[in-house]
């Protein structure tokens, strides 16, 4: 039975009297928040990490001051206290606040710019970052619960509470409304999740993981949330397709060589994934990981509104074009895309349904053996893409090149928007492009696309590579452009 705490701590932090300037810094570094762009200097190497908790740029700090003990309350607080605890913050004899840690670090710079100096010097260097402040509604007598964990009253130092006791306190906080009854989410609650919210999430997800690539879970966790897209295009494909072998998220971590730790929040990368409104986190599945020494897999899934997003695949290309930034390089992603149920995303042709996916045979470890074949090259020959290929006498669009054979000028006619799935696109000329081998190569693989100006772009830096030449006959489909910037991971 796991209970409604799992493995978080309770930290009880006294927030300090008015005469030492505790209701003060309360309401200055918690309350109002600091700038971070004001301590940017200060924070250093801990500025990225912050930047990514707190998109509005406003962080929540408290701190402590170093303590020469090795094992009382202050010294045990400071040393084990972890990313996801609870904070309770006490004052004048009550419980008035909660909140969440998301960060912890050690930076007497950063503490002597948000709250000075104490007269013996000593500054509150020991810091958290928090989560969204919660004030109780009325102050809780601290009486009952600090008697139960055999404390007295007043509470004289930020004091750990570890996972048991916790656990057992737990009916009593609820009791006292200090703790929601329902059994504690480690998710931030969700606000309104709308696309420039989702991808804001993604995109941090994706930088979070290249930056810390030496984590597991940085390989974790891009597969993960790929896979959960996956599962939502395969909901909602046609009936007759077959489920997919291995398809589970467990075999397809194992495959990719992504360890399973007990414990996602011992990674660097929990803040990014604790913070999310893109998913949930199940805090049983830890207690479940490390009770039973089995594989905690399947911690991290999207929320409802996250999976409502994701049910335009639209929105689905543009999150794999995301996210596949943050692939190892050693994942062949064409064959990682099509056994997660994201076949054909990352191609502007896609896939027909006679090309299905590449399936792995068993024990079959070496590189993907490409079935895939570009769709263009089989109605290359259609008279709308002889039409379009005449039109600009067998002249690359966005290079201007004409290559010369001995059977006569060779050029290739594109689909913007790929026929096969997931693109769905038509075979008419307002959604063909006449491109050389290379270009064409480039536009099917995402590499470059046509920004709303006609601008030829790479997708990596957005950099102009030039303009696309038009003709006059050659009407060329906005929309069309627009579906294949998506899956570049493009907005606009
Ligand atoms: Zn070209």
Redesign the pocket.
Known sequence: MVNATGTLQLVLQPRGSRKDKGEENFKHSIVRGIRLRDIAAELGPDLAALTALYPDGVGRFWGSTPTSQVNNYKARALRDRRVGDEVLFYAEKAFIARARILHLMHNPAAAKWIWGAAEDGQTWEHMVALGDIERLKRPIPAAPILHQLGLGVPLRSITLVGPAEYGALAPMLAEAGILPRRPASITTPPRTLNGKRLFKALERLADACRRDDEDPAARRLPLTVLWHIGQIAIAQGRPAEPPHPGSRLESILQQYGAEPSSDLRTSGLWEVVSRGELWEVDPSAFHAGRASGTRAVGEVSLTPAATALFGDSETRGRAVAVLSTALPDDIDRAKFLAEVGLAGYDSAAGVLDDEETVRPEPGDQGPARRRKVSIDRIIRSSAVAEKVKRLHRHR?Q??D?RLVTRRGFYSEAAHIRGLGRPHEGLDQIDNMLC??P??HVQFDGFAIFVDNDLVVRWTADGKKIGKLRLHAEHPIGRENLRHHRRFCGRAD
């Open positions: 690359c966005v290079c090149i491109l050389c290379n270009h």
